[in-house]
């Protein structure tokens, strides 16, 4: 059993991380950039240690000043959270041969899947169904041209390192190829450093289905049903819900089967999620992600279980705490996603919070690091929050988000609430009618304030 974790993140993960330790009994170590000095992880964890100066690649991603972070104050694991070093194959080997425990999964599996190519083979091969598409990398404009003919336009080209939206070009016919293609390459390698490329048919009206699964490391799996974050901007999710709007308990039973079954296969240890475009009753895996989720809270609204709680007893070689069966769903859930931006362009606005009041009662979770006089420093994520609401069923859930959206208070710098009071307003969201192209069309004939 460990006594005492690294966090080696920030914001509300870093809290969320810490919580979960202190509920088990173990000790938390938070680290922090010169920029975040003040920071509400600092100030809740039962130690700190400052690595660096502000920008992110000289401190939450300097893997020496984690490492000896952990040394000084003899912390035995570390948990990433999202982004940073938490699907760094590299960093994980390093924890490893410096006898410390990563709380994920092992290098080879979060290399295995941060190479979407590899990464669809290896899950083809596991009989999970993907979009159809190039075999592999596509490696010349004039093979690009032929598969684009073969596929059918639409298509996309994906940069096999991609994340976070960056890396992607559709082309939507034989004259857009060429630019497409050419895009995707450069950006892949001036954004990740690998120019490889594949393509897919692009699929026009699909949801984004995506289903949490979570594995003991020795061939022991479950699922945990799906999230719907169809409702995205620019491939960024915004507003996520559990369980999906629009699956059957027999849909989810079966992919969420195919799922657990594949990462029990190969022994895979501690959360996944595995992420598919959904239409017309069908399934196409897209990528793997090798860690928690941003919105990893809404699944746990709907299980009643804590995924980080259970990401350190399988990270200290304990069983899960629940079978498949345990796992029976208890109503809805819905997070919207708080970013420090101004609409209408979705600018980043950094700056100090005058005001900062957190929503409450039955069925609401704020999940935040802000507080009274915070001052957000510019060098991060834009995510300043993220309000998770519980309901008996759907209709409830989205009634008690625009009364927790109304108690909300942020005040001092500009955020993506007015966003959600006005999709709260729209029919089609009341009823979860949104496919992943939804947002965006809506935003060009709704600018908002
Ligand atoms: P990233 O790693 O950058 O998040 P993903 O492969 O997960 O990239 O795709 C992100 C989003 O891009 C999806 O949720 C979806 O909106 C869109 N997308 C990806 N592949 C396709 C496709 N084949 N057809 C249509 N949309 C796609």
């Not at 596929?151 to 991609?162: D, F, L, R």
């Not at 009206?205 to 719907?228: C, N, S």
Request: hydrophobic letters at 40%.
């Amino acid at each position: 059993m460990f006594d005492k974790i690294l966090i080696a993140n920030r914001g509300e993960i870093a809290l969320r991380v810490i919580r979960a330790a202190r509920e088990m009994g173990i000790a938390s170590v938070a680290v922090h950039s010169t920029a975040d000095t003040d920071a509400m992880h600092v100030r809740m964890a039962d130690e700190s240690v400052c690595i660096g100066p502000p920008p992110g690649a000289e401190s939450y991603l300097s893997i020496p000043a984690i490492i000896a972070a952990c040394e000084v104050t003899g912390a035995q694991a570390i948990h990433p959270g999202y982004g940073f070093l938490s699907e760094n194959a590299n960093f994980v080997q390093i924890v490893e041969d410096h006898g410390l425990k990563f709380i994920g999964p092992t290098a080879e599996h979060i290399r295995i899947m941060g190479d979407k190519i590899t990464a669809k083979d290896t899950m083809k091969k596991l009989g999970v169904p993907c979009v159809p598409g190039s075999d592999g990398g596509v490696p010349t404009l004039d093979e690009a041209r032929k598969l684009g003919d073969e596929i059918g336009y639409p298509v996309i080209i994906k940069a096999t390192a991609g994340g976070g939206g960056r890396g992607m070009k559709v082309a939507a016919s034989a004259d857009e190829m060429e630019r497409a293609f050419l895009t995707a390459r450069s950006e892949g390698k001036s954004v990740f450093g690998n120019d490889e490329v594949y393509i897919e048919k692009y699929l026009t009206t699909p949801r984004h289905i995506e289903i949490q699964v979570f594995g003991d490391g020795k061939g022991g799996a479950v699922h945990l049903g799906e999230r719907d974050c169809s409702l995205q901007r620019r491939h960024q999710k915004v507003f996520e819900e559990a369980p999906g709007p629009c699956i059957t308990a027999e849909e989810r039973a079966r992919i969420g089967k195919t799922c657990a079954d594949a990462i029990a296969n190969i022994n895979y240890a501690g959360a996944g999620t595995i992420e598919f475009l959904y239409e017309d009753g069908e399934f196409f895996f897209i990528e793997m992600n090798t860690r928690l989720q941003v919105e990893h809270p809404v699944t746990e609204a709907i299980y009643g279980v804590d995924l980080v709680h259970e990401q350190i007893r399988v990270a200290e070689g304990l069983p899960m705490s629940f079978t498949q069966d345990d796992l029976v769903i208890n109503g809805h859930a819905i997070e919207a996603r708080i970013n420090a931006e101004k609409l209408p362009e979705f600018a980043p606005r950094p700056g100090t919070i005058s005001q900062f009041h957190a929503p409450g009662g039955l069925g609401v979770r704020m999940d935040s690091a802000l507080y009274d006089g915070y001052k957000i420093p510019p060098h991060y994520d834009s995510l300043i929050g993220k309000l998770i609401v519980h309901g008996r069923d759907r209709e409830s859930a989205l009634s008690r988000l625009n009364r927790a959206l109304g108690e909300l208070i942020i005040d001092g710098v500009d955020t993506t609430i007015p966003l959600f009071h006005a999709l709260l307003q729209e029919p089609d969201i009341l009823s979860g009618n949104y496919s992943i192209h939804w947002l965006e069309t809506w935003l060009e004939s709704n600018p908002l304030e």
